[in-house]
């Protein structure tokens, strides 16, 4: 079975530039999650998906953050513009309904 | 909404030695309770989850961890710690959305 999958692994970008990452979860998994994890922290729940309706975006910085999931399978996680602080490591996971999360490698985001 | 406490941000045991890591957690109802390991340059990959049912739950790699609804405690426990136990050790718990939140982390360093 394929485990969830990320792209790209690493992204370095000036502040005020755009950035997507992109994530295919594991196939039926129907919930999917995207998490901000900055260094020395543990990960922060930015957004979860149910098929492609939003769960829960209460963490996400609407300003900026925005995230999609078109047909319910892939989704793109957008920053525009970036800034110093968004600078992370950006994972996305997958579920069958409540149970275990799966988690991608993750996307390493530098903002210089 | 839920949280997760980690109380030790860096734990350093000798190989062979036992190994506690600890984690309270806060929740109005009963908890999804999970353990997840990230080796550096990895993503995380799960050790061991409670839902219900037995308090003793017994994972991969040799780890266990008991839920104490008493103390809303969900410690992780091994009996000998092996140099390729250190890694960054995650507490998280969910919700009946599978919503997860994550504590800080632990750091455990293994001395030969």
């Known amino acids: 079975e394929a485990g969830v999958a990320q792209s790209p692994r690493y992204k370095i970008i000036e502040k005020r530039q755009s950035v997507a990452f992109w994530c295919n979860p594991i196939?039926?998994?129907?919930?999917l999650y995207w998490y901000q994890q900055i260094l020395g922290q543990g990960p922060k729940l930015l957004i979860q998906?149910?098929?492609?309706?939003?769960?829960?975006d209460s963490q996400l910085p609407k300003d900026r953050f925005s995230a999609e999931r078109l047909k319910g399978v892939d989704s793109t996680l957008k920053i525009q513009p970036a800034k110093l602080e968004d600078s992370a490591v950006y994972l996305c996971?997958?579920?069958?309904?409540?149970?275990?999360?799966?988690f991608g490698p993750g996307t390493r985001l530098t903002v210089l | 909404a839920q949280s997760v406490t980690q109380p030790d941000i860096h734990i350093t045991v000798s190989e062979g030695a036992s190994l506690e890591l600890r984690c309270n957690y806060s929740?109005?109802?009963?908890?999804?309770l999970f353990w997840y390991v990230q080796s550096p340059g990895q993503g995380l990959q799960l050790l061991l989850k409670?839902?219900?049912?037995?308090?003793l739950v017994q994972g991969i790699k040799g780890f266990e961890a008991e839920f104490k609804r008493s103390q809303s405690s969900f410690n992780l426990r091994k009996p000998s710690v092996h140099w390729s136990d250190a890694a960054e050790y995650f507490c998280?718990?969910?919700?009946?959305?599978?919503?997860?939140?994550f504590g800080a982390g632990t750091r455990l360093t293994v001395k030969p």
């Open positions: 409670y839902f219900s049912g037995d308090t």
């Open positions: 998906f149910q098929n492609n309706g939003v769960v829960d």
């Open positions: 196939s039926g998994h129907a919930t």
């Open positions: 929740y109005g109802a009963t908890p999804y």
């Open positions: 998280a718990v969910g919700s009946n959305n599978n919503d997860m939140r």
């Open positions: 996971a997958s579920s069958f309904e409540v149970d275990e999360q799966f």
